[in-house]
């Protein structure tokens, strides 16, 4: 059974910095693709950032691009997002997921490129 589990969040000042973690286990995840969504109250859940299979690409929504990075360790079946400079706009339910295919290539930023979903991990950047 396939599980991703995301952890990390939590509630931090305006220009400050979190790392969420998201552990997979159940699948050999050194072949996927896995990225990172959120979702705002009353919002579509939208896309983050996303990793290559490979590791040797990434790709980044707009709002996110330069203060957001994704990083995986295959090793350890585990993906990363380093999120610096937070501000209000970044509160969110954060959600890692693997893609569908394996060794395809990106961008992976739709949520019908995943299969697998975490229960998401709750991200609140006060002002």
């Known amino acids: 059974q396939v599980q991703l589990y995301e952890s990390g969040g939590g509630l931090v000042q305006a220009g400050g910095s979190l790392r969420l973690s998201c552990a997979a286990s159940?699948?050999?995840?050194?072949?996927?693709?896995m990225g990172w969504f959120r979702q705002a109250p009353g919002k579509e859940r939208e896309f983050v950032a996303a990793i290559s299979w490979s590791g040797g690409s990434t790709y980044y929504a707009g709002s996110v691009k330069g203060r957001f990075t994704i990083s995986r360790d295959t090793s350890q079946n585990t993906v990363w997002l380093q999120m610096n400079s937070l501000n209000p706009e970044d509160t969110a339910v954060y959600y890692c997921a693997t893609a569908k295919v394996n060794y395809g290539e990106g961008p992976y930023t739709t949520r019908t490129q995943y299969a697998y979903w975490g229960q998401g991990t709750q991200v609140t950047v006060s002002s």
């Open positions: 159940g699948r050999t995840f050194s072949t996927y693709a």
